[in-house]
């Protein structure tokens, strides 16, 4: 069987790919639960200093996938994914993101845990919680207004809207706008420069400039008990059903 999720170690860098291709790479619980091991593996190995996401060649990723978020716990107590938020909350090694393609709700909330994001002209980016009925996640609504302002954030979070490479570029959600043709080898090139200097002395910069872990893992949890009493409203439900039968 074809792993979804693959992670491979060049040069101190540690490169995560999502493999689904034919879902554009959307977020299983089975897919949650290979990034969680990942992601703790990393933090705890000396030889990972740094680690890139890659997302899907292309396509970056487009967020969870409804069915089987139907049919999973998403965001409850003890879920995969819930769980995987928390530990990117404490991911002290920088981390960066490779994006093309749809970049789509987590995909986009997942950004700004990243340390840098490089995407390129096909990326499209999107919060679109409100419009499924349902209240953003991965710390967001700290995050996003801390990084943004109120005004732009409430513009990203309530209109729920696509915006593209250009837009995340002026925000200042991502570092550059990269060529396609080569935008994984930019990323890797960038990470591979920071897994070469000091390490102790990235990681400690790292940590000083993220010490919000436990605020951030506060929101996180009061931003999954609200997502979960909207997921099982009627309302939510109802357009989620709409959005299957397409």
């Not at 969870?64 to 404490?90: T, Y």
């Not at 949890?221 to 309302?235: G, K």
Request: aromatic content about 8%; proline content about 3%.
């Amino acid at each position: 069987m074809t792993k979804l999720v693959t992670s491979t170690l060049i040069n101190h860098v540690l490169h995560v790919e999502l493999n689904r291709p034919e879902a554009k790479h959307a977020l299983t619980s089975a897919m949650y639960e290979s990034l969680l091991e990942i992601f703790a593996a990393a933090r705890a190995d000396d030889e990972v200093r740094v680690l890139l996401f890659k997302g899907g060649r292309g396509c970056f990723c487009a967020g969870n996938d409804i069915g089987d978020f139907l049919e999973q716990p998403v965001l409850s107590e003890g879920s995969a994914v819930l769980n995987f938020l928390r530990q990117l909350a404490w991911f002290d090694k920088p981390l960066i993101a490779a994006v093309a393609g749809p970049a789509i709700g987590v995909a986009t909330t997942f950004l700004l845990h990243c340390d840098l994001v490089y995407a390129t002209d096909s990326a499209v980016f999107s919060v679109p919680f409100v419009n499924l009925g349902i209240s953003p996640e991965a710390a967001s609504t700290y995050l996003l207004p801390r990084q943004l302002g109120h005004v732009r954030a409430a513009e990203l979070l309530l209109l729920g809207e696509r915006f593209d490479a250009a837009r995340a570029l002026e925000l200042g959600l991502i570092n550059a706008v990269v060529d396609e043709a080569d935008y994984w080898e930019f990323a890797t090139r960038q990470g591979e420069k920071i897994a070469a200097k000091p390490a102790a002395a990235v990681r400690a910069t790292k940590q000083l400039m993220r010490a919000n872990a436990a605020t951030l893992e506060e929101v996180i949890n009061r931003e999954a008990r609200q997502f979960v009493d909207l997921r099982d409203s009627d309302e939510a439900r109802a357009i989620f059903q709409q959005f299957l039968r397409k």
